[in-house]
């Protein structure tokens, strides 16, 4: 029966309509008088009165033996007898009520079910008899019901208390009176359950405090990242409008010059195009300015510099106040051409470096993972790997190796690649001896070759000489 | 290198190769051995390009040959060689604009190289002057 009550199950909104509440009425025991039965089992009677009056026997009707009752139709049944009698709204509803007074489902099986009533429902109550009226004082809800009493350590104390004074005045504690106690004493809780319960739910409040603050301080971190962003932020923004400033002082040096009569090569841009490439060279310029060394050094748009020293090397050399580069640079010569490659490494060689040389991009960046060079010169058009795309791989496992791109492309466009590709400089091709100098005393000066620096610093940590100019910042 | 819209003047530029020659002060036969070995570099250069020619008509393979050329002859002072290599380099990345045909293109570097061809001789033979020996 109880599958049929899940089966069917709907809520218990049917429990009004039983004539007693969830409380027992304090009744219940025989020989109380008929008002006082009605009270408790008026569903039950109902139900046996339409049964003794035959007047639905098509719907429903007592089985042959009188032991069982049959709803022939429950669809009529719904219909025509629920709206009249009942207060259930639906079929399943009287079921639940039935189930609750413990009637039973009988199962029959399909053999012994004769033509006609497959579909009828047959119902048992031991005490539910044909004919037998005093049998029905024995039916009652069945206690399980009472699990509708909210089992609280509050409502426990509460029936206790009230139970109490039941014993010596209008409570007389009948059947059902102790099986409701049991029950509730069934459901209580005993202290050392309590006691787990209790620690549990103080550890949860630790906890909670404990999440709280984590909260509060991830709070608090998060606005100092975004006020260190913002700032962060400003000071970019305050980058590029000093760096516009220095694109525009420039042009007006550059018209200076070209009024002077200076050849200024054609296509000097610095227009947003590559702001970019301004952007790192002015980055570098700061960091560099920062760690003491010679703006001379780190003018932005260094290209034009370059042609610019080559047009007028005698007026922009003495500058540099005779600037010395100490020998023993190793340096690293990435070209494919056997002319370039003997007369550059002869260039070299005449100041004092010592040269390696390799012929394709790829070579480059192999040599380079396992060896550190003070400068490497590097071709772009060349077999296997261009420079560009080498240096740019160059530069996720070095970024201070300064490297310089040879090359005949000087549109402005390529330049603002090379750079943008990591490189430092260019060298434009063909090339002077003087030209190469210049470079070498650009990235060189002030500079102790690594191969010295090693020496120095297996005898003394302190004469390593941090490299301020190749700081630049990967973009 | 910005393009120059003529061909130099002079089949040398000497202030380039002067400082080339300079070096011999150190190592003897430096800047001659230098330039021998470019004459073998642009004769077998200039074979290849012919070949592309007559066969694949690969402009961007033309393109790259003048490239390498224009950066050893430059590099020796050979301006005219060099200019005339930029051009081939130049025909060879399409820049002369979109109404050029491919086989213009190629016919273009044709002249080019024959030019330079010229322009080689040219260079030998002053060289062959200045150094008192026969390239």
């Known amino acids: 029966m109880d599958d049929l009550g899940e089966q069917l199950s709907e809520g218990h909104k049917d429990d009004y309509d039983n004539g007693i509440g969830s409380v027992p009425g304090g009744s219940g025991s025989n020989g109380k008088g008929k008002s006082q039965r009605t009270s408790f089992n008026d569903f039950v009677r109902k139900l046996f009165l339409i049964l003794e009056s035959e007047e639905y026997t098509s719907i429903i009707s007592w089985s ?15 219909t025509d007898i629920l709206p009249k009698h009942f207060k259930h709204s639906n079929f399943a509803s009287f079921v639940r009520q039935l189930n609750k007074y413990d009637f039973h489902k009988v199962k029959r099986k399909k053999n012994e079910v004769s033509e006609g009533i497959q579909n009828a429902w047959e119902f048992n109550h031991q005490y539910f008899r044909r004919h037998d009226e005093a049998g029905l004082d024995n039916i009652r809800r069945k206690p399980s019901s009472q699990k509708k009493i909210l089992v609280d350590e509050n409502s426990v104390i509460v029936r206790k208390l009230g139970g109490a004074p039941g014993d010596d005045g209008a409570f007389i504690a009948g059947d059902e009176e102790g099986m409701t106690a049991k029950m509730l004493l069934k459901n209580t809780v005993n202290k050392t359950k309590f006691n787990q319960l209790k620690r549990k739910v103080e550890d949860m409040e630790n906890q909670v405090q404990y999440l709280t603050n984590e909260n509060h301080n991830m709070k608090l971190d998060l606005q100092k990242i975004q006020s260190k962003y913002n700032m962060a932020l400003e000071s970019l923004l305050s980058t590029e409008s000093f760096n516009s400033q220095l694109i525009s002082n ?14 200024v090569p054609v296509g000097l841009s610095f227009e947003k195009g590559n702001s970019r490439a301004d952007n790192k060279s002015h980055q570098q310029r700061q960091i560099s300015d920062s760690t003491g060394s010679t703006p001379n050094a780190n003018i932005p748009g260094l290209s034009v510099n370059t042609t610019l020293q080559k047009q007028e090397p005698i007026e922009l050399l003495p500058m540099d106040q005779h600037p010395v580069l100490r020998p023993g640079f190793h340096v690293l010569l990435v070209e494919d051409d056997s002319v370039c490659i003997q007369l550059c490494s002869k260039f070299l060689r005449k100041y004092g470096c010592s ?10 960046i192999s040599t380079l993972e396992k060896q550190r060079f003070d400068l490497v010169l590097m071709d772009i058009v060349m077999p296997n790997l261009d420079g560009a795309t080498a240096t740019s791989i160059v530069r996720s496992f070095d970024n201070e190796t300064p490297i310089i791109a040879m090359t005949g492309n000087i549109d402005d466009q390529d330049l603002v690649t090379y750079l943008q590709h990591g490189m430092n400089d260019i060298l434009a091709k063909p090339f002077t001896k003087d030209d190469l100098h210049s470079m070498l005393i650009r ?16 005898n003394d940590p302190k004469a390593y000489v941090e490299e301020p100019m190749l700081k630049k910042p990967h973009i | 290198m910005s393009q120059t819209p003529r061909i130099p003047d002079k089949v ?10 300079s070096m011999d002060e150190d190592d003897a036969g430096f800047s001659q051995s230098l330039l021998i070995q470019f004459f073998e570099q642009a004769t077998s250069t200039f074979n290849q390009i012919e070949q592309h020619i007559k066969t694949d008509k690969n ?12 950066g050893s002859s430059a590099s020796l002072g050979l301006q005219r060689i060099a200019w005339v290599c930029e051009r ?38 002053e060289l062959g002057q200045y150094y008192k020996t026969q390239f």
């Open chain 1, 250 to 263: 420039f042009q007006i040096l550059v018209d200076a010059l070209s009024q002077q009569g200076l050849k």
């Open chain 1, 355 to 364: 040269v390696e040389v390799v012929t394709d991009g790829l070579s480059a």
């Open chain 2, 88 to 125: 081939i380099q130049n025909y060879g990345q399409k820049r002369e604009g979109s109404g050029i045909t491919d086989d213009n293109y190629i016919q273009l570097i044709q002249n080019s190289l024959d030019l330079a061809r010229k322009e080689f001789d040219s260079a030998k033979s």
């Open chain 1, 443 to 458: 990235y060189l000066k002030d500079r102790i070759p690594l191969s010295e620096q090693r020496q120095n610093s297996n």
């Open chain 2, 12 to 21: 040398i530029n000497w202030d380039i190769l002067n400082e080339i020659v």
């Open chain 1, 64 to 78: 042959p033996d009188g032991k069982n009752f049959i709803v022939l139709d429950t669809n009529k049944f719904t």
């Open chain 2, 59 to 70: 402009l961007d393979q033309l393109g790259q040959l003048g490239h390498f050329l224009k």
